[in-house]
């Protein structure tokens, strides 16, 4: 009868921690970071949007917790965490018409992703404040 | 040709559940929210600070409406498929697995129903 042995000693591979980062393994987690966060996002849209249900004094309420610097703070993550999502997600939808799999091409994209991402986040920071007279 | 063990079939086991469906379904509201975020983006920033009268009337206007109800539901569709898939990697003990993707299921039809009935109300009454 055969007794049940110790599962042989094999070699591992190497755990996450000890591989370099690079721009497609950075970005590949970034990409389920930020829609993680979005879906958090969509919560305080569901607050925001729901509470104009409630009526006048509610809503005003929530508009002034969302222009509160913890507000701010917080929609200045989700807009970034959007933006990324946003153009990272047109990149995935571009590798799956098959376009765009040379590492070249995956690095040149990769850092595309994050520039516009940054410079949105800021232009639509920028326009937001200027539309508020800036304070 | 049926490439299915019939054990595995009776246990429910498998990639091929439903698998293009999901996969399929993440895709086509990934499109569509392309232009619908770009949409709500500029209309946010132009709601920035603005009194419950002015949100009214925003949302009064029909393309607005139209818009905002079906950029909440192609939202949350597209969160909760998405949710899933994390949770499927994460979450290994299937009792765990079941209940958190049927809770993300649950909380993302909510939202949808309040964020849409929400904007009727106003938009309605204004």
Same mark, same amino acid.
């Given at each position: 009868m055969a007794t049940a042995k110790e599962p042989r000693k094999r070699p591992l591979s190497p755990h996450l921690q000890i591989y370099r980062p690079q721009i497609t393994s950075v970005l590949s987690i970034t990409h389920r970071l930020t829609g993680i966060g979005l879906a958090v996002g969509a919560l305080f849209l569901t607050y925001w949007l729901s509470s104009a249900g409630y009526g006048p004094e509610a809503f005003e309420t929530a508009q002034a917790v969302l222009a509160s610097w913890?507000?701010?703070?917080?929609?200045?993550? @989700?807009? @970034?965490?959007?933006?990324? !999502?946003?153009?990272?997600?047109?990149?995935?939808?571009?590798? %799956?018409?098959?376009?765009?799999?040379?590492?070249?091409?995956?690095?040149?994209?990769?850092?595309? +992703? +994050?520039?516009?991402?940054a410079i949105a986040t800021v232009v639509t920071f920028a326009v937001g404040y200027s539309m508020r007279g800036g304070y | 040709?049926?490439?299915?063990?019939?054990? #595995?079939? &009776?246990?429910?086991?498998?990639?091929?559940?439903?698998g293009v469906v999901h996969w399929w379904a993440q895709r086509i509201t990934a499109v569509a929210l392309v232009p619908l975020s770009i949409w709500f983006v500029i209309a946010a920033i132009g709601l920035?600070?603005? %009194?419950?009268?002015?949100?009214? %009337?925003?949302?009064?206007?029909? #393309?607005? *409406?139209?818009?905002?109800?079906? @950029?909440?539901?192609?939202?949350? !569709?597209?969160?909760?498929?998405? *949710?899933? +898939?994390?949770?499927? %990697?994460?979450? !290994?003990?299937?009792?765990?697995? &079941?209940?958190?993707?049927?809770?993300?299921?649950? +909380?993302?039809?909510?939202?949808t129903i309040s964020i849409i009935f929400a904007a009727l109300r106003v938009a309605f009454a204004g």
């Open positions: 913890f507000g701010r703070l917080v929609l200045l993550g @989700f807009t @970034f965490c959007l933006y990324f !999502h946003l153009a990272n997600g047109i990149r995935h939808l571009a590798w %799956d018409a098959g376009w765009g799999f040379e590492l070249p091409t995956l690095r040149l994209t990769g850092w595309l +992703v +994050v520039i516009v991402a | 040709m049926q490439m299915r063990s019939s054990l #595995g079939k &009776v246990r429910g086991l498998g990639s091929t559940k439903s920035v600070g603005a %009194d419950y009268g002015t949100f009214q %009337d925003w949302i009064s206007l029909h #393309g607005n *409406l139209v818009l905002l109800i079906a @950029f909440t539901a192609v939202l949350f !569709h597209h969160a909760q498929l998405g *949710l899933q +898939v994390v949770i499927e %990697d994460y979450i !290994h003990g299937e009792a765990l697995k &079941v209940a958190s993707i049927v809770a993300v299921k649950f +909380v993302a039809a909510m939202c």
